[in-house]
């Protein structure tokens, strides 16, 4: 009881200060259909929300669920037996512009201003990106943002860049550099005769005691996210990681849209990189290795270069002989970095129906939300429970794997889960800044990106995973999108073993990609929803 009355007045005092706008007449008493946790017990006896509802004046009956959610909201819409509002459902963009095209769900733009939602309201000025994000085509708004950023803002750096616009991080072991008298390489051809250098000299046999032959130069895998061979494109002006829009299409500083895979820098590069895997510089197998094969070798000594998310995951108990290897210049002496998308805002976690007779007053419940304090709540857990108490800097400590189990008999992953609530919650980078922590290795990484890899980058211009597209966009991706990165992804390996292309094949490979695999097509539909994106963002 009396740690029930610690959370309540922690919340009570934290609440307080925060003022509510005044309720409209009307509906007071709402009913919320959306998803949990497996592990959450439901969202009756909820401190936080109930805490929040006691201040907004209304009442919420929650029917929510982890098992058979999609099932059940397309029984209730294609039944016509709405609730008040979908929560935690994860509707598509697709989903939204259809049940706003047919006014299942309503249009939320005429609510979001300082009357009724000043927090959000507040957030979308500072963030024009995140009010692109959640912009249909129509130019409505048919559900609230959502996302979880993590970004050098919340290390306290001036710009902020998500933790994924360099997924690779490429490394060198440098007591291998060291024993053999030579300095990090700068250029790829520097690198090329540090590889040689590295296989000659079986490094891995000469430091480690590995068995005779073992070295392998460099190993990464093929197009693979955070431990692939793109950041070596660089030299060549592109660097073709896989993202979450699609494959090989890079946003040009001058607003347009374009796909690296038909230009001469791409050719240029896999010509280059032939030479290497044909002389065994790069490993042979990494085509089909996986990431438990990748690591088992640079965990045994063997691999002088390789990419990772972390130089000590990935290198294990040799790590300490390892350092980063910068982005390299190419042959002409330059090099250029694409950077990635950071993670996607969504807007199909918190959606008003037709059934709802006062949308103003649940927003102003919803927009309480936004508030930086309450959504640390709603995404980890209350004051008291998951949050232990302030530092001298103000920021909330989050429990420890110890607390947790002595508390609660539970990890902190189990304890989060239980507590933790699903919906429409938005936590910006700043916000570990201000309210409270991020983990250790995400401080880490993060400051890696900024104070290592950031000044690679001559321009931080990235498509936004955020697009919004059209019915008819949508079938043009789902009709080509699948077999252009395929086609792509084939041609780029099969050239990287085998060497080419002759001009002859490179002429035809390009009228491939114009005619069979739609790209001119699928051009036309990634620069029109950027158009638009650009337009709502302002």
């Known amino acids: 009881m009396k740690r029930i009355f610690t959370v309540l007045l922690a919340l009570a005092m ?25 592990l959450s017990p439901g969202y009756q006896n909820n401190v936080v929300l109930n805490q929040l509802m006691e201040e907004c004046g209304i009442s919420i009956e929650w029917n929510t669920m982890s098992d058979s959610l999609s099932e059940q909201v397309n029984i209730h819409i294609a039944g016509g037996d709405l609730p008040d509002a979908f929560m935690g459902v994860g509707f598509s963009n697709y989903d939204l512009a259809t049940y706003g095209d047919d006014e299942t769900f309503i249009d939320l733009t005429p609510y979001i201003n300082e009357e009724v939602m000043p927090n959000l309201t507040a957030i979308l000025e500072a963030h024009p990106e995140i009010r692109a994000a959640i912009t249909q085509a129509d130019g409505r708004i048919y559900g609230l943002p959502s996302a979880e950023q993590m970004g050098t803002a919340g290390i306290g750096k001036e710009e902020d860049y998500s933790i994924f616009t360099i997924p690779q991080f490429s490394m060198i072991n440098k007591a291998w550099l060291d024993e053999l008298g030579l300095e990090i390489p700068t250029t790829l051809d ?33 197009d693979q996210w955070c431990w692939g061979q793109n950041i070596f494109y660089a030299g060549f002006g592109f660097t073709n990681w896989p993202n979450d829009v699609i494959n090989d299409l890079v946003l040009q500083p001058d607003g347009t849209v374009n796909f690296v ?30 990431t438990t094969q990748l690591m088992a070798k640079c965990q045994q000594g063997y691999v002088g270069v390789s990419t990772w998310w972390y130089i000590e995951e990935l290198m294990g108990s040799y790590s300490k002989d390892y350092v980063f290897l910068p982005v390299l210049d190419g042959p002409s002496g330059t090099h250029n970095v694409t950077v990635r998308t950071g993670g996607a805002t969504s807007s199909g976690q918190l959606s008003i129906t037709e059934a709802c007779e006062s949308p103003e ?26 949050f232990t108490g302030q ?15 002595a508390k609660f008999g539970k990890s902190a992953g189990e304890v989060k889960s239980t507590l933790e609530v ?34 690679y980058v001559s321009d931080p211009v990235v498509y936004p995973v955020d697009c919004v597209f059209t019915q008819e966009e949508l079938e043009v991706i789902d009709r080509y999108k699948a077999d252009f990165e395929s086609a792509v992804s084939e041609q ?22 114009s005619g069979n695999c739609g790209m001119d097509k699928l051009l036309e539909v990634y620069q029109a929803a950027y158009d638009r994106y650009a337009a709502a963002e302002g």
């Open 492 to 513: 780029e390996g099969l050239w990287i073993k085998n060497g080419g292309p002759t001009d002859e094949e490179w002429e035809s490979y390009k009228s491939m990609l």
């Open 361 to 386: 007053n649940l927003l102003k419940f919803f927009d309480r939300w936004y508030d930086g304090e309450i959504v640390m709540q709603l995404q980890y857990g209350p004051i008291g429970e998951w």
């Open 190 to 222: 520097e690198l090329h005769d540090v590889l040689v250098a590295f296989k000659e000299n079986d490094m891995a046999a000469r430091m480690y005691g590995a068995d005779a032959g073992s070295t392998i130069p460099m190993s990464v895998g093929f």
């Open 261 to 290: 895979c038909d230009d001469d820098g791409y050719r240029e590069a896999l010509t280059y990189f032939h030479d290497w895997y044909a002389d065994g510089l790069i490993d042979l197998e990494m085509f089909s290795q996986d």
């Open 14 to 38: 934290l609440l307080a200060v925060i003022s509510v706008p005044a309720m409209a007449e009307g509906q007071t008493e709402f009913v919320i259909m959306g998803g949990q946790s497996a």
């Open 391 to 405: 530092d001298d800097k103000g920021m909330w400590l989050s429990i420890t794997e110890d607390e947790a189990q």
């Open 422 to 455: 699903a919906g429409p919650k938005l936590i910006l980078s700043s916000y570990y800044n201000d309210y409270f922590y991020m983990e250790d290795r995400a401080i880490e990484r993060l400051t890696d990106l900024y104070d290592f890899w950031m000044p």
